[in-house]
């Protein structure tokens, strides 16, 4: 459970400090800062933004630096504090350091230590948005989980621009097709990893989705998400050779995770083409909802933290009491510009914290 935030210039914020309980509530108009503290919270959990590309952009203006701390209250206490540097050139690679209990980490050991789920206006992107918010969504619940999965995303990025930068080069005469081979087997060993450890992870997601989305649109509809492979791990190196020289051409790697994407099925049908508003908003909260189940039955000892920025307001009634229920399941942090937003029971039982 997180029991304490504390903000250095990070955002809007030189110094700030915070309790939470169970739940709490941070209102305040737009623009004072409460997304602030939910991106602060979901960066130390994740290790990056979903608001910038560069993560040192929230430090706050002037300043060298920023610095979010937490303590959790689990078994026993554990600090956790990240550190953001502002660079002074943007050809400089980004410098986060970690430490834990005062001890310097590497930020893969930073995930999993406080998992959290965000479900935030921006989420209402990952159906209809570009598969690139697919692709981060499944990623940050599997790296929350499993090292080894967050360990291969790394080299497969590494992977990918140096076959990229091999690829160019054959294309211009100046390297050989053989010295593709090292890069081909990293490739297929790593994407296939991936790309069945993604299929074994949503197919637990799976198991109660259409239970969940029934009971949150009132519906007898089937929900499924289905993963979309660019190629099946069986066939990837019979792939790259059969593809070496549109790959050569493009001077890109076609085929692999990077590429792959995610659809949401109602009754078989796309949710992004087909789908209402109203239909958008229960299957993000249906999968919101697996994620957190994913996520306390992979780690039961450091349940997740659910993070709510602003999403009353997207929600009709009905929408809100079943969120409301979902909520006292598991920490809350929760913020909203109206109270109106915010069931009467819910508001009772929070911690109210006014940003001014």
């Known amino acids: 459970m997180l029991k304490h935030l504390s903000l250095e210039n990070f955002r809007n914020y030189e110094k700030y400090n915070l309790d939470f309980s169970k739940t709490t509530i941070l209102i305040g108009p737009n623009g004072i800062g409460k997304t602030n503290i939910i991106e602060a919270i979901y960066l130390l959990s994740t290790s990056r933004s979903w ?21 959790m209250l689990n078994d026993k206490e554990k600090n956790m504090e990240m550190v953001l540097q502002r660079l002074p050139s943007p050809e400089y690679p980004q410098i986060k350091i970690i430490k834990i209990n005062g001890v310097r980490k590497k930020l893969v050991d930073l995930l999993g230590k406080m998992p959290t789920v965000l479900f935030s206006p921006e989420e209402m992107q990952l159906i209809s948005g570009s598969p690139l918010l697919r692709r981060r969504f499944i990623d940050i619940l599997i790296c929350q989980t499993d090292k080894k999965y967050t360990v291969a995303l790394l080299d497969l990025a590494k992977i990918i621009r140096g076959r990229n930068k091999l690829l160019y080069y054959i294309k211009i005469g100046k390297s050989k097709i053989e010295e593709l081979d090292f890069w081909n087997e990293k490739l297929v060993v790593l994407g296939s990893f991936i790309i069945k450890k993604r299929q074994k992870v949503i197919a637990d997601l799976n198991l109660k989705l259409t239970e969940t989305y029934q009971t949150i649109a009132g519906e007898k509809e089937t929900l499924q998400v289905k993963y979309k492979p660019t190629v099946e791990p069986d066939k990837f190196a019979e792939m790259i050779v059969a593809q070496l020289a549109r790959e050569i051409e493009s001077t890109a790697t076609l085929f692999g995770p990077h590429r792959d994407d995610l659809v949401f099925l109602l009754e078989n049908k796309d949710v992004a083409t087909f789908g209402s508003r109203g239909e958008f908003r229960s299957v993000i909260l249906a999968i919101k909802v697996a994620e957190l189940s994913y996520l306390k039955k992979a780690n039961p ?9 602003d999403i009353f307001s997207e929600l009709d009634l009905n929408r809100r009491l079943h969120l409301a229920k979902i909520i006292a399941g598991q920490q809350t942090i929760i913020t909203t510009t109206d109270f109106d937003h915010i069931e009467k029971g819910l508001r009772d039982k929070a911690k109210i914290v006014e940003l001014e």
């Open 51 to 71: 608001r910038v590309k560069k993560d040192n952009e929230a430090v706050l203006w002037q300043k060298d630096f920023a610095r979010i701390s937490v303590k």
């Open 301 to 309: 000892e450091v349940p997740p933290i659910l993070l709510l920025d």
